[in-house]
């Protein structure tokens, strides 16, 4: 008995190490993301505690954090078994920002200047209803089945869209939102947001303050072989710099979301890997750097704050939208993306129609054109911060498909010929999720 006692209080000592040893490290990002994912989506969208943890954070590990969100402090805490505490305070036009102990929260701070559309139009371009229009070649028993099925039937947890919308021709003529989401629900678009911060460059590019093709104006580069390193090579993830982006681990990106200070240099300070134009890499911590550059163009902070805002989101009426800030004051171009379902479809609708909204021209269309075209090592899979089709990726959708795409399976598709764009939110993405299947199912509603 004695025997048997040993080796078991041995394998409980082992297994205790052995998950002390593999997840205690882990702990700081566990209690990080689920402090973040409860302050925003409470703060932002009004979702309960309990919706958040059943949706939001329902993910392998995350879901062992313990959350509680303090109502007059606007801000959420969470750790792990008491440990590794970490909190996110709101505020109001910034969104929710995960911060560590050095941060002052008594520290004046500023926000951007909104907007609001005001004006009689229908959606998309007014807020207001739009009339109901009935497509002669539109099979909408076929249609209305794709969109059913793209959901989860009751008790089951394997689709778990929460939101998809199909607008041809700009009218609405298919909407659908599972239990507790509905069109004023906003929605975090995680790496839809980069597709965001690539619109700021041609911006200004349009507006001729900046040239994507010169070397990227750092200063920390200036003497080493980074040099060389164009706005162009960091647009389309062919910077060469080293980087890891594995959601599953502790990696580069997981570290820049959930401890940095000031994310827009968690890439700038890494080391080249390869040359420029010769390696394509993902990299959340690349779309980051860009939003520190777009900075940089501007004498001030609140003018930075203010232009993401007034030169295009406002602009075109997606004023649900919140992009949050990191603790440095940076937009976090590459992830943090809030709009209801509506206003991400306007966005995908502005390239729909090569950069101009009703009537004004935001984007040139050599931007729009240059968005989608393949980057030179990607396969056919990227453009500037916007995934294709052209490689066949989806074998039964159209090879000119280019979409917005963020974890999860969050999607704003673009389909130009067919004067189409399909918007899905939810938490199973590609292989989980069948996107091949449902957009090949919607597409095939319209009939020739």
Known sequence: MKKIFKLFSFAFFIAIFYLGFTTYP?????????????ASGHFIDKRSQELIEKGDNDIDMIDLATNTINENGKFATASVYGLKGRKAIYREGLGATLIDDDFDVTKPYLV????????????????????????????????????TNAFDVEGK?????????????????AEKYDTGFGKDSKILGWSITKSITSAMFGILEKQGKYDIYKPAPIKEWANDERKNITTNDLLHMNSGLEWEENYSTICDATKMLFQAVDMSRSQLEKPAAFKP?????YSSGTTNL???????????????????YSALIDRIGMNSMVIETDMAGNYVGSSYGWATTRDWSKFGLLYLHKGNWNGEQILDESWVKYSAKPTDTSDGQYGAQFWLNAGGRFPDVPREMYFCSGFQGQMVAIFPSLDLVIVRMGLKEDPEFDFNGMLSGIIGSLKK
Do not use: C, M
């Open 290 to 308: 860009l939003s520190g550059i777009l900075r940089q163009q501007f004498k001030t902070h609140q003018e930075y704050l203010d232009f993401w």
């Open 157 to 173: 947890k394997d689709k778990r869209t929460r939101s998809l919308l199909v607008i041809y021709k700009d009218k609405i003529i």
């Open 26 to 38: 882990k702990l700081d990002l566990i209690s990080g993301f689920s402090a973040k994912s409860v």
């Open 277 to 281: 134009n010769t390696h394509w890499n």
């Open 112 to 147: 951007p200047k909104r907007t609001k559309l005001n004006n009689d139009l229908p959606f998309p371009y007014g807020n207001k209803e739009q009339k109901d229009t009935v497509f002669e070649n539109v099979d909408y028993a076929k249609l209305n089945s794709a969109v």
